[in-house]
């Protein structure tokens, strides 16, 4: 497997990192670079650098992981590559986004009224996507998601927490470090290429997958 990690910041690190530790075929992805046949790519980027990607993916029918949220004005309508979404890469916590709003939709329908919150280091300055997707599957209005921002290292909380008079229901999620979404792209990377023959080109859900 060759993984190309297009983006510049702190998560496209820790993926080189990873994929260096596990020996894993790794390169910063520029338009010039020409894939194996065994190969993925992985956008964490701003975005600037999207389109291209998706071309340079486009031609040589790769695979693109999305794994940076909030850019969902980028999206071609018909790409001719499998393009994946992924609001998450660690994998628990994208199964716990793809199961646990049901159970906050049914337990809300019952009158349970429901408050989100999120926690993370003070160097990110906006609302974070799992928080905004997790408030938009529960039915939560995004601007009830209480941010938290705290003088720690790199950290991710998340607690949604149903109330009637007399229950109270709480799930609380916490990523420690930037390994484990590393580790889980890698891992969702590899279980793409395993199964490319049944992904159809076009915008799909990661979380359909695991």
């Not at 199964?95 to 939709?105: G, H, L, Q, T």
Request: charged share 25%; proline share 5%.
């Amino acid at each position: 497997m060759q993984i190309f990690i297009a983006g510049n910041g702190k998560l496209a690190g820790a993926l080189r990192k990873e994929c260096k530790r596990k020996r894993v075929r790794s390169a910063v992805w520029t338009t010039t670079l020409e894939p194996d046949i065994d190969a993925i790519a992985i956008h964490t980027g701003s975005g600037r650098q999207f389109s291209d990607l998706v071309a340079w993916c486009e031609k040589y029918r790769v695979p693109l992981i999305q794994a940076a949220t909030g850019q969902e004005n980028l999206l071609p309508k018909r790409p001719r590559c499998p393009i994946l979404l992924a609001p998450n890469l660690s994998i628990p916590m994208l199964i716990f986004m793809r199961d646990i709003p049901r159970i906050v939709k049914t337990l809300r329908t019952m009158g349970m009224v429901a408050a989100l919150s999120e926690s993370h280091q003070k160097s990110k300055d906006s609302v974070a996507g799992t928080a905004r997707l997790l408030a938009e599957r529960s039915g939560i209005p995004a601007r009830e998601i209480r941010s938290i921002r705290k003088n720690s290292k790199v950290h991710a909380e998340h607690d949604i927490v149903l109330r009637s008079a007399d229950v109270e229901i709480g799930f609380s999620t916490t990523v420690r470090g930037l390994r484990p979404y590393a580790l889980g792209g890698i891992e969702l990377a590899f279980h793409i290429l395993r199964t490319r023959k049944k992904i159809p080109d076009g915008i799909n859900s990661i979380e359909n997958l695991i």
